[in-house]
């Protein structure tokens, strides 16, 4: 697959149990963060987006938590599936300039779902 | 609604030769950006169109690499010649938000995997 020769970060988990993957970003004034997940072969998917304004967001079975003091994120997957065995990406929208943003991603963690 | 969808999956080339990659945001998407995977890196800004203008191209790495959108529909991602070096996963992806909104979301296509021999 395509993450031949990136070695990435791996979480393996329980099925039933809960993930947590972290993230840290680099830029103080990024005010928008996003989670994505990729299955092999895949693009990224958006899961859940946070603003720089807030520190939780809850989604189904998801929840994002912000630390803009220690510039970190964290994705929290509740009651984990087979289904979520994929690589996830944290990702910052950094403004670029002439009004507008990009994407800047983090490495990404391999979650892996024990059965 | 269909996706992002970007065409051809997977291309392999020998070094030299040209290759063009395209990609067909999703309908009503104004915004639509180009990024790469390079084996054993992260995931890096290419460039950003807002309809056929291009906002941002400073992620291009170089004037082997040439981007189009004409008529703000589909763009096109044409490198010529190929090196080596740009071997990877090509992303695009759309969005739909007016410009200067940091919040807009970006929606991936399944990327092209470029293999240059």
């Known amino acids: 697959g395509e993450s031949v020769g990136l070695h990435l970060p791996t979480l393996s988990v329980q099925e039933g149990d809960n993930s947590i993957i972290n993230c840290a970003y680099s830029?103080?004034?990024?005010?928008?963060f996003i989670w994505y997940k990729q299955e092999s072969g895949k693009g990224p998917q958006f899961i859940i987006d946070i603003r720089s304004n807030m520190d939780k967001r809850q989604g189904q079975r998801v929840t994002v938590l912000l630390n803009k003091t220690v510039k970190h994120l964290s994705l929290q997957i509740a009651a984990t599936q087979p289904g979520d065995s994929a690589v996830y990406f944290c990702a910052e929208n950094i403004y670029s300039g002439a009004g507008s943003y990009q994407l800047t991603f983090g490495k990404g963690t391999k979650l892996s779902v024990i059965p | 609604e269909a996706g992002v969808t970007q065409f051809p999956s997977h291309s392999v080339i020998e070094k030299g030769q040209t290759v063009t990659l395209r990609c067909d945001p999703i309908s009503g998407h104004d915004n639509l950006y180009w990024y790469r995977r390079v084996m054993g890196k992260e995931i890096k800004f290419l460039l950003h169109f807002v309809k056929e203008s291009k906002q941002d191209e400073s992620g291009m790495p170089n004037n082997r690499f040439l981007a189009e959108r004409t008529g703000g529909t589909y763009s096109t991602l044409k490198v010529q010649p190929a090196e080596l070096e740009d071997s990877g996963v090509y992303f695009c992806?759309?969005?739909?938000?007016?410009?200067?909104?940091?919040?807009?979301?970006?929606?991936f296509g399944p990327g092209t995997r470029l293999t240059v021999l």
């Open positions: 830029n103080s004034a990024s005010d928008y």
């Open positions: 992806a759309s969005s739909q938000l007016l410009l200067g909104y940091s919040t807009d979301t970006q929606y």
